[in-house]
Each structure stands twice: as C-alpha cells, then as structure tokens.
C-alpha cells in the first residue's frame, strides 16, 4: 500500500475526524430553526452531500446550499442569514465536541516518525480548519495539525470542490511529487471519486455515514479498513518487514 509512497493525503471530516455526525446535529439544529421547529424525514448526510457535489462547480457550494435549505424549508431567512445562523450553531460543536476517530493521531504520529509527508485535502470551510488548529482542545491535545500536516487545503484553497480532483493537483504541484508516490485517505464517495479523477491510489476508511454508498466505495478504492486500529496494524507489517 505504501511502497514507493512519499506522500499521504487525508480527508478530514468523516475520515480523521469523527464530525460527520456533529454536522447532522448541526444542519438538524438549524433546520428545525429556520423551519419553525420542523424537521422532515431526510438523511441529513446525504441531502448535504448531493447538494454540495450538485454545487461543487459554484463560486460558493455552501452558500448556494444554505439558498437550497431555504427554498425547501420555506424560510423567511435569507441564504446569507441561514448560512451566518449554522456558522453560530457550529461554533461551539467544532470547540468541544469534535475530536480524532479512535486511534487516528496514532497512525499520524507514527507515518510522521517514518518520515512520510502527510498533507490534508478537505472540502472543509478554512474557518472550521482555524477551530480545528487553534480552538479544539481534543485534536490539539492528541495531534496538533501544525505539528503534523505539511500542508492544510480546505475549501478556500479551492474553485471546485470534490469529487473535482482540483485540491489534489494542487497538492502534487505544491509538493513537486508524482501521483504514483501519493495515496489518498478517503471516507466518502465523493472523496473516492476526486482521488479516481485525479488517478492516485485510495483507501478507503470505514464511516457509518457512508453506509449509503458503501459497494461503491469498495469498489472504487484499492484498499479498504474498518478502522484505523485495523491500518495501522496492516502499514506496521508492511513498513517493518521490509
């Protein structure tokens, strides 16, 4: 898996960081908000994803999904106004309540030991990297972005979000590497189909919120754990017998 590998680019939400759920309480929050106390029955997940990979060529994907709640939830808010409200509900939810999936700043610090550039593509907005890095004491406590990311790409670095492959060329380009010496960490589909796009290897790490999309996941990705406790054992065999 990581023969011939130099660089290693991890997704954030979903894949490192265990947030997709955080961000259906968010959205469920806010919609219950704008939509007087009403929620319908939707998969929040996956009403977010389609919207923001139906965006993904816009100017602004999250504006025009915040226009999207509006319209479907008859709001008198306008998208600006939704879209400042989930940035308030947020807040407090990526301060204290979003921290690494189960043993994943384990495999950060032992791929950063091995001497590996571990680089971070997400389509994250910059300003919830910022509460990341500075103001969520789970992730700076375990694994400190600055002290293990080479380079941090979110959503402002950015014109097309995934499944566009645009965040990765940017990454070989920054770095002066060949797709062949990178891999992708991916948990969604979208993710999966960028790495595809931009023709580097992937891996798929396992997240509930996938579910949905889970035989093609499997099927578009090279390699494939349950957790991060499974790949890290799987790399240590493959680095420490050679």
């Not at 043993?103 to 610090?109: C, G, R, S, V």
């Not at 700076?140 to 645009?166: C, M, Q, R, W």
Request: charge should be negative; include cysteine; charged fraction near 35%.
């Amino acid at each position: 898996m990581l023969k011939g590998k130099k660089v290693i680019i991890f997704d954030l939400d979903g894949t490192l960081i265990d947030s997709i759920g955080v961000w259906n309480n968010i959205d469920e929050e806010l919609i219950k908000a704008i939509g007087n106390g009403k929620i319908d029955n939707v998969d929040i997940a996956k009403q977010r994803d389609s919207k923001l990979k139906e965006y993904s060529k816009c100017e602004d994907a999250y504006q025009e999904y915040c226009k999207f709640l509006k319209e479907k939830y008859n709001s008198k808010m306008s998208a600006t106004e939704i879209r400042e409200l989930r940035y308030e509900i947020a807040d407090q939810y990526l301060k204290e309540k979003v921290d690494y999936k189960p043993n994943a700043e384990n495999i950060l610090k032992y791929l950063r030991q091995k001497g590996f550039i571990l680089a971070i593509a997400s389509s994250t907005n910059d300003h919830t990297i910022e509460k990341y890095k500075k103001e969520n004491k789970n992730i700076i406590s375990k694994a400190n972005f600055e002290d293990i990311f080479t380079l941090i790409y979110a959503k402002g670095s950015v014109k097309e979000l995934k499944p566009n492959p645009e965040i990765h060329y940017k990454i070989l380009k920054e770095l002066d590497v060949k797709k062949e010496e990178c891999i992708i960490i991916e948990d969604s589909l979208i993710g999966i189909e960028a790495a595809n796009k931009a023709e580097i290897e992937v891996c798929a790490i396992y997240d509930k919120y996938s579910n949905y999309d889970r035989e093609e996941i499997n099927r578009l990705s090279q390699y494939q754990f349950k957790d991060f406790e499974e790949m890290l054992s799987y790399i240590k065999n493959e680095l420490e017998e050679n």
